[in-house]
């Protein structure tokens, strides 16, 4: 049997709009169906050719339930053959839809896969999890409660002992996250995510409304003064607050992975492949250090060092978790998040992953680097990471 390589044939996805905002009227199975339509348009091939839509989705209820990845490939009028799977790996859901369908490719069940994302934080009731001062939710049982003694938090709560054990100051996360939407202006400013961006009007019924262009939750100047004002959101001694944390949001995102040899021979172009791709579990109670295992364990399986990546991607869910990564590793500034992240651009939960690995190779193909580098905190303590090697043909 030969040796199966998955690669990333195509990467698209929406801009990501502000809760309440931009996308907030699209029905999110109609804004993941835009997005796979849009992904298609941009490479001819027989849709029945996909073996498998996988879809990270993590708030699934309401509009987001019963399965939102196969009701997005019906509304995308797909061949009624191609089936799908809605995941849940929290904030990693996009990227874990990644790996599974590159898992898929190599183990041989797949030949060709989509692998996507999509919240509409608009569309859907918000967790209290993320309400400064709620509770936990139900999903807490009782055994797992007395496991850690009432240590549990929700992850607003957990930031602030991540700050406090790495020792992150309220001066550095305001720093960081002020650097977030400058990288990310500049970027947009530039085009560096144009190629990337499907075309969408902020009305799905209204092909007359505006087109949106661009991420709606960047802001071109950060006063520093006004962020340092704003108020601890979970902790009244606190350093984390609604500046220097990742924005709700709205967005889909979709990638085509495929065999190489497939690809080829379908004259599909492979753009990336796959060095490693890693799930790690932590400390549930502090939650964001798993990216630390996860990506020691990616970079074992690939047999790379942190000196050989050109690119770093780390989730801002709050701007401790980058800051933290780059203490750990001691990663250079000018390769962490070089185009902003999502405290500049949001952090659609179930979709960030995926935009996330669209943004590093499309950067690593704009600069001509090589390696790239993307890890996601988790609630609850895991983590993803992801190597992908930019490909010349």
């Not at 190599?106 to 896969?113: D, S």
């Not at 977030?180 to 499907?198: D, K």
């Not at 989730?315 to 500049?344: C, H, T, W, Y």
Request: glycine residues 8%.
């Amino acid at each position: 049997m030969r040796a199966r390589e998955a690669v990333i044939v195509d990467a698209v996805r929406t801009p990501v709009g502000r809760r309440g905002g931009a996308l907030s009227n699209w029905h999110p199975v109609d804004l993941l169906a835009h997005t796979i339509d849009s992904l298609l348009q941009r490479n001819r091939f027989d849709p029945a050719l996909i073996d498998d839509v996988i879809v990270g989705c993590v708030l699934q209820q309401d509009q987001q339930a019963g399965n939102v990845g196969r009701h997005a490939v019906l509304a995308a009028g797909l061949p009624e053959s191609v089936p799908a799977v809605t995941i849940d790996r929290q904030c990693g859901s996009g990227q874990q839809a990644v790996s599974f369908a590159a898992q898929g490719v190599v183990a041989g069940g797949y030949n060709l896969a989509i692998a996507c994302g999509v919240e509409s934080m608009s569309q859907v009731p918000m967790p209290a999890a993320m309400v400064p001062g709620a509770p936990l939710g139900p999903q807490y049982s009782r055994r797992e409660l007395a496991r850690y003694e009432g240590r549990l938090v929700a992850q607003g709560t957990s930031s602030e002992l991540m700050n406090r054990t790495f020792g992150i100051t309220r001066q550095e996360l305001d720093s960081f996250s002020a650097r977030s939407h400058a990288r990310a202006f500049a970027a947009t400013v530039n085009g560096r995510f144009a190629s990337q961006m499907v075309l969408i009007t902020a009305d799905a019924d209204d092909a007359t409304a505006p087109i949106i262009t661009a991420d709606e939750g960047i802001r071109e100047h950060i006063d520093a003064a006004k962020m340092a004002s704003l108020r601890p959101a979970f902790d009244a001694d606190g350093a984390t607050t609604a500046g220097n944390s990742s924005q709700l949001s709205d967005g889909a995102a979709a990638l085509l992975i495929a065999d190489r040899e497939f690809a080829v021979q379908h004259r599909l172009r492979p753009r990336a492949r796959f060095c490693a791709m890693s799930v790690a579990g932590a400390d549930p109670v502090i939650q964001f250090t798993a990216i630390l295992e996860a990506t020691r364990k990616a970079l074992k399986a690939s047999g790379l060092s942190v000196a050989d990546i050109d690119l770093f991607e780390v989730n801002e869910a709050f701007a401790g978790v980058p800051i933290m990564f780059q203490r750990e590793f001691g990663i250079d500034d000018d390769k962490l998040n070089v185009n902003g992240g999502s405290v500049a651009i949001g952090h659609p939960l179930g979709s960030t992953g995926a935009r996330m690995l669209t943004d590093l190779l499309c950067e690593l193909e704009r600069t001509g680097k090589t390696l790239g580098l993307q890890t996601i905190c988790e609630a609850n303590g895991t983590a993803n990471t992801t190597i992908i090697e930019r490909l010349d043909s």
